[in-house]
């Protein structure tokens, strides 16, 4: 119940009509119930081969710590149904952070991706923090 999940048209061709295209379902491969993959929406790199997608209640990190969920694929003609995503934590992340609540930024190039962790105490009760991740180019 309510574990999330994102669909995502996949066409091979700008001749295909969207509405041609049936829709691959992303889950969490660890979800559970109540994580909540998806909700904020998902981010996708300019080039479409990275998406990333939050499961704000995961619990890997605490009760509803959140997560952060990112697939990167080697071309466009491979479905993102057939990659194995990546776990991305917190690493001062704990029970209640609620990470990627809200939604998630991607840079075009995917060399830098940013969410929220909206009730994140390390700088008080709830006060928030803003994660993000970087890879050098």
């Known amino acids: ?9 996949e066409r091979f061709s700008f001749s295909t009509p969207f509405s041609d295209v049936s829709p691959v379902k992303l889950v969490d491969p660890s979800g559970s119930d109540y994580d909540f993959f998806g ?6 790199s300019a ?3 990275f998406l990333a997608v939050a499961s704000n ?24 149904s057939a ?26 190039n ?3 991706l940013v969410t929220t962790s909206p009730y994140d105490d390390d700088q008080g009760n709830d006060s928030g923090s803003v994660i993000v991740w970087e890879l050098p180019n």
């Open 1 to 9: 119940t309510d574990s999330g999940s994102v669909l995502v048209w």
């Open 39 to 44: 909700y904020g929406g998902p981010a996708m």
């Open 47 to 49: 080039s479409s081969l």
């Open 57 to 80: 209640r995961d619990d890997d990190s605490g009760g509803d710590s959140g997560s952060v969920l990112v697939s990167e694929r080697a071309n466009t003609t491979t479905s993102f």
């Open 83 to 108: 990659i194995s995503p990546i776990k991305l934590l917190d690493l001062n992340g704990s029970a209640n952070d609620f990470l990627g609540f809200g939604g998630l930024s991607l840079s075009a």
């Open 110 to 112: 995917a060399l830098t």
